[in-house]
């Protein structure tokens, strides 16, 4: 068995490294609902902490304390003030705040615009679909981008087992459950990257589901959106151009979409824009050739039962191919 001391070198480091890793701490909201949760936390914990000292103070006081003190305590006014009418004061108090913090959520939700977003919970990555102005719906992966200053309504969905989506800075988590919709009303309030995490138990690869929030100024939003829902770029060179052809000999497409091609499989994540997003593999690794090479040839091994088989009798140079063309199908940014 480990022993404690072992076991606090080994977590205390580690809960250092996350508490400092902003990216995805609810303590530093950039979402309504997290600013609104921020303030609730910050109350009740100081409320706790408050009440805490005191009670404390009374004890060390009834203990320790000169005897007229300790007289004054023996008071029934104290078991009265102190028993009742204090927490029913103070706990009423907390209560009116997180029903009026509730019904500003229900607020946005009916501020909402558009039609939102949906994003479905898969083996162990996030589908997410938007629609455009038009009514179209553009098919995107492992990535949310939103409009700063807009509510918009996500519905939250799952066609296999139970995921929780949880962007902690945006808003508090919810369930992604089989034969249902959930909806979540989400607005960001500053342009920013930030992270979200599956928070529900779902399987061996359940804490390699994770993804990145890109809220945008609006019109910036808009802009992206319209470039999302074109067709996937030209491959640019002769290795995109071969990248390409083996991308189709191989049968990828019976799995991957890449809209304006041959490819229009739906069992793995959208590629028409892949090299756009600012991860592969649900924010499992960064995006790049090379990550696309290691997915390709050793995706087992970093995320161990995902639906994808590996393609280790591809020659070296066809797997660079095909990480070269896929690398380049991004918007042109
Ligand atoms: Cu999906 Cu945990």
Redesign the pocket.
């Known amino acids: 068995m480990m022993k404690p001391g072992r076991i606090a070198a080994v977590h205390v480091p580690l809960l250092v490294i996350t508490g400092c890793s902003g990216i995805q701490s609810a303590l530093q909201p950039e979402g309504r609902e997290a600013v609104e949760l921020h303030g609730l936390l910050l109350a009740s914990t100081g409320f706790s902490a408050a009440i805490t000292l005191l009670v404390l103070a009374l004890i060390i006081v009834a203990m320790w304390g000169p005897r007229s003190w300790r007289h004054r305590l023996a008071h029934e006014w104290l078991i009265f003030g102190g028993g009742i009418i204090l927490p029913v004061v103070l706990l009423t108090c907390l209560l009116v705040y997180g029903l009026v913090t509730m019904d500003a959520g229900a607020s946005r939700a009916a501020r909402a615009e558009g039609p939102g977003i949906t994003i479905v919970?898969k083996r162990?990555w996030w589908q997410v679909v938007y629609t455009s102005t038009d009514g179209e719906r553009v098919v995107s992966a492992n990535e949310l981008r939103l409009p700063v200053g807009r509510p918009v309504t996500l519905r939250l969905e799952s066609d296999n087992v139970i995921?929780?989506f949880w962007a902690p800075k945006l808003a508090g988590k919810l369930d992604m459950i089989p034969g249902r919709t959930n909806t979540l009303t989400v607005e960001a309030i500053e342009p920013s990257i930030s992270r979200g995490q599956?928070?529900?138990?779902?399987g061996g690869a359940?804490a390699l589901?994770s993804f990145y929030v890109v809220a945008m100024p609006a019109q910036d939003f808009d802009a992206w959106l319209e470039a999302e829902a074109g067709p996937a770029s030209d491959p640019q060179n002769t290795a995109a151009r071969r990248g390409s052809q083996l991308f189709q000999e191989n049968g990828c497409g019976g799995c991957h979409t890449i809209r304006g091609t041959e490819a229009t499989g739906t069992i793995g994540p959208d590629l028409t824009h892949v090299g756009s997003r600012h991860s592969l593999a649900a924010a499992t690794l960064p995006n790049d050739a090379q990550a696309f090479s290691r997915w390709i040839t050793n995706n087992q091994h970093i995320k161990p039962d995902n639906l994808m088989p590996v393609y280790q009798y591809l020659k070296p140079e066809e797997v660079e191919a095909i990480s070269v063309y896929l690398e380049g199908l991004d918007l042109g940014d």
């Open positions: 919970g162990w995921h929780s599956c928070a529900e138990y779902c359940h589901m």
